[in-house]
């Protein structure tokens, strides 16, 4: 069985490491924030203005003026801290956050990313993703492996407008995890199969080149 | 003695407003938007708007009612989900968007409250936000080269923006997430106008606590907003025996 959103996301989370700043985007992404292993700590930056997201909060104490970039209703924590969108894209632009997880349309074989736009499309805006992919120290992105339409999603060439060039660092689908040489030329690497997910499914619905890592047959 | 408190939004805006202007508005959602001003810039019919912000307005919120009232030829923003009449308008060409990666229009905003012209950011690099920009190679920390996207700072002929406290000198204070783009923007504007819900005496405020100095801010108006609007309310479970 390829794995479902809480296990993709559940893979994600194995990518955390104690005391890692993390920035999470919309949708499965979004679910690593409860996957947290035990004893690690971990602080979530929310964009808009917020180092240190808390759960989001009880029935009756909601904030208008406290929310995630997802514009929901959230709470911060003890060392929490607040600041300007300026300050906040200069923690991501930086380089000082260590690791973003986000969704994706298509991810190429040399580490390009599509994420924000469809031509012909109503188009809603990238947000901060193109500044998250081009500051943040590791990408990691979760998406289904193939669209609706069964096409692969994971590609030698993006065909949809770029989100940014050779940023993302590895990719983890419904049926596997790729690490990508974004700097290198090394391309794509198959590390980890889904259980019950065979090689020959994963070839057949990839239209990415990848090489295979240690034990992946 | 000159003042910065004005009695009303409208008397803050009054003879300031005309059409063709650049007007920048704070905001990201419906958390830390000038909503008393918006509806007075709604109020003055003044048209052919540039707008600058987040997002924007919101369906029925913020600068969706100046959208609604046909006065704005342009928009400069970094999300314009969550807004049929964008949505429209960018499918019919109604309205000229012009999109920007978040951290590169809040830096804009910042480089030109700051007077700096332009600027190098990776951000957009090899994407379609770069064509026809100006790129260039810097090094990295490490000595590795990678490649950079000259862009502009931005100003406005008047800026509007939300904070929680002032004092009547204009040093304002936010809250929460609600500060967002509001400092950028209120350096930004050639007048800034602060919307507040509480004017406090100058005193009052510590001054290693003020968010934006006075000197950025021109105009200073009472919010009467009496309720804040929550865009996606998001809630977890009371543990059933858990003692708050």
Redesign the interface.
Known sequence: MPWNRDEMAARAAGELRDGYYVNLGIGIPTLVANMVPEGMTVTLQSENGLLGIGPFPYEGELDPDLINAGKQTITDLPGSSYFSSADSFGMIRGGHVHLSILGGMEVSQNGDLANWMVPGKMIKGMGGAMDLVAGVRRIVVVMDHCDKTGDSKFKSECTLPLTGKGVVDMLITDLGVFEIDRRGDSGATLLEIAPGVSLDEIRAKTQAEFALGPGVR | MSSKIFNSAAEALAGQLSDGMVVAAGG?????VPVDLIMALRDSNAKDLTVIG?NVGCDDHGMWHVLANGQIKKVI??????NKIL?QA??SNEID?E?N????L??R??AGGAGIPAFF?????????AEGKETRQFPNPDGTLDWFVMESGLTADISLVKA?KADTEGNLV???????????IASAGRLTIAEVEEIVPVGSLDPDSV?TPGIFVDRIVASTMRE?????????P?ATKET?
């Open positions: 990201f959602g419906l958390c830390g987040n923003l970094s999300f314009a989900g969550d949505a960018f499918m968007i999109f990666p978040q951290g590169t809040a830096e905003l910042r950011t990776r951000t957009g690099y090899g994407t379609i936000i929680w936010y809250r929460k997430t609600a500060r967002n783009f509001n400092p950028m968010h804040k609007h929550i865009e996606r309310p998001t809630t977890r009371r708050v």
